[in-house]
Each structure stands twice: as C-alpha cells, then as structure tokens.
C-alpha cells in the first residue's frame, strides 16, 4: 500500500492529515508548489463548486478544485480552467484547508 492509500484510508476512519505537501503548479494561486495543507474527512454536505479536494480520477489521487456536482458525480479540474473529468464522490476522500495568506 502507497502512502496516497494509507491516507485514503486514515480519511476514512475520520482522521484528519496535517501537513500534506503536494508538488505542482495546478492550484497555484490557492495552493503553491509544495505549500503544506491539512486535509479533512469529507463532511456529508460536501462536496460543493469551488472546494478543493483530495481524490481519486483516473487511478490518481490528488488535490484538485471542484467544478461542477451533479448527483453522485463530481467534476474536478485545476484552477487554471483546466477540467480533469468526472468521478464518483465514494472517490473524494477529503476536504482540503485552504491556507490563509496575507498579500
């Protein structure tokens, strides 16, 4: 099991990752390159357009902006207009704390 899945299942038991770095540029400005995050179980009311995310797409997991909900189904793309696709909320495992700046 990767460390992606071992936090998968952490989220699942309603533990919370403090700490998370993830490399890329997808989020910037929201989220920088390797800025540390802390990650939340997924509440029942959520996901809701304009969260970030941590899920599954593709065979991937990540952290990404919510695009769009339409049902069970949950559109996820970068916040540089770009859409990754769709997947199914049982794949997004978590609420990401977006860090607060000063600028």
């Known amino acids: 099991m990767n460390a992606k899945q071992m936090m998968v299942e952490r ?3 309603g533990e919370t990752i403090l700490g998370y770095r993830e490399g890329g540029n997808s989020m910037t400005p929201i989220i920088k390159h390797r800025q540390a995050v802390d990650i939340y179980p997924l509440p ?10 941590f899920c599954k797409v593709h065979g991937k997991y990540f952290m990404h902006l919510v695009k769009a909900v339409d049902g ?3 559109q996820i793309g970068n916040n540089h207009g770009h859409i990754n696709g769709w997947t199914t909320r049982d794949k997004v495992y978590g609420i990401v704390a977006v860090p607060y700046t000063m600028e």
Not at 44 to 53: E, L, Q, S, Y
């Open 44 to 53: 029942d009311n959520r996901p809701v357009v304009g969260d970030v995310v």
């Open 72 to 74: 069970n189904r949950v």
């Open 11 to 13: 989220l699942q038991r």
